[in-house]
């Protein structure tokens, strides 16, 4: 078993990202090849942007920190602390509306 503060983490990575020309900063916190589930913390400084990509499969972003907005299609939803968004199964972007950071959750189709 394994504990991890995602409060800490979240603290640490929006420090990364404000200091990254991208202005984000990620670390895998659960999963990886040999699982299904898959964790994976993501800061985002206010104004950037995880671009517009392929659905993984089944997916959730958590909010822990900010304001975020998720646009898929014609289709967006904004969500703030606390707030946990379904990815739906097609192309999408994630754009923080300020200082952000978010839990993603996916899983690995087999």
Known sequence: MRKISLVALARDHLARAREASSGRSAQS????H???LRQTLVALTAGSSLAEHDSPGEATVHVLR???RLDAG???WEARDGDLISIPPQRHAL???ED??????TT???
Do not use: K, M
Request: proline share 0%; net charge neutral; hydrophobic share 35%.
């Open 100 to 105: 952000s950071a978010v839990l993603l959750t």
């Open 108 to 110: 690995t189709r087999h």
């Open 29 to 32: 916190v659960y999963g990886g």
């Open 34 to 36: 040999e699982h299904t």
């Open 74 to 76: 014609n289709d967006s």
């Open 95 to 97: 754009l923080a509306l």
């Open 66 to 68: 900010g304001r975020v």
